[in-house]
């Protein structure tokens, strides 16, 4: 083999080699798998339609309570829970007499002052239906509720000592002394008017220089008395 030749092949060899080696530098990555070749003739592969998305769980998530339907209960709007409430007695007149009513009012701390105030309030459309009345004067305010000792003062506006002859002064008491009375832990009844405890009530002369109770008008006070919440105070 001659010189030339001997060149020729190693050339020849040479140019195979860097032939090959630019085919593997220059090939792309693969993305995924490249479809077959689909015969000629063949029919076309069916495609394959969306998955549907699935149905809502119309339960509630877990630990996740549905809110209540019910409005008369339950937790309020805004997600509260509504305010306790509790029911009182209070004593309107109906004919010459005086006679208990049910009020269902917020449970307070003073829940004999709210008691005094739904009798101040006077009976409701319903109530005045049904035959009941007040003696208590319009106009009436509560200043104040102290109790102690088992002794209530309640000390109302000057209005509550206006007008009545001497049974229509009797139910008025009445009405207050019972309503308070109701309480379990009252056991008596003072009056004040605009800050000055009275002994003598009006022009009438009616004596209560003592605690009185719902038994103390017995001629008027109707039985049985409801009791609501033990605590007025």
Not at 61 to 83: I, L, N, Q, Y
Request: aromatic content about 4%.
């Amino acid at each position: 083999m001659t010189g030339r030749t001997s060149r020729r092949i190693a050339a020849f060899v040479l140019a195979a080699v860097l032939l090959c080696a630019c085919g593997q530098t220059g090939q792309v990555v693969d993305a995924g798998a490249a479809p077959t070749q689909r015969p000629v003739g063949a029919s076309p592969a069916p495609v394959a339609s969306p998955a549907a998305s699935p149905a809502p769980d119309p339960s509630p998530p877990a630990g996740e309570v549905p809110p209540s339907r019910d409005e008369g209960s339950g937790p309020d709007t805004d997600g509260t829970a509504p305010d306790p409430t509790t029911t009182v007695a209070v004593y309107f007149t109906r004919g010459e007499r005086v006679e208990a009513v049910r009020r269902v009012v917020p449970r307070v701390a003073r829940i004999g002052s709210a008691a005094i105030e739904q009798l101040l309030a006077g009976p409701t459309a319903s109530e005045v239906d049904a035959g009941y009345t007040t003696q208590i004067p319009e106009g009436t305010r509560l200043r104040d509720l102290a109790i102690s000792d088992g002794v209530a003062v309640v000390d109302l506006s000057g209005e509550f000592e206006s007008g009545g002859g001497t049974l229509g002064l009797t139910l008025r008491l009445a009405q207050v002394a019972c309503t308070l009375d109701a309480f379990p832990t009252v056991d008596g009844v003072r009056f004040a008017v605009d800050g000055e405890v009275v002994d003598v009530f009006s022009g009438d002369g009616l004596v209560i220089d003592e605690p009185v109770a719902c038994n103390d008008y017995t001629e008027v006070s109707g039985a049985g008395t409801p009791q609501p919440a033990p605590d007025p105070s």
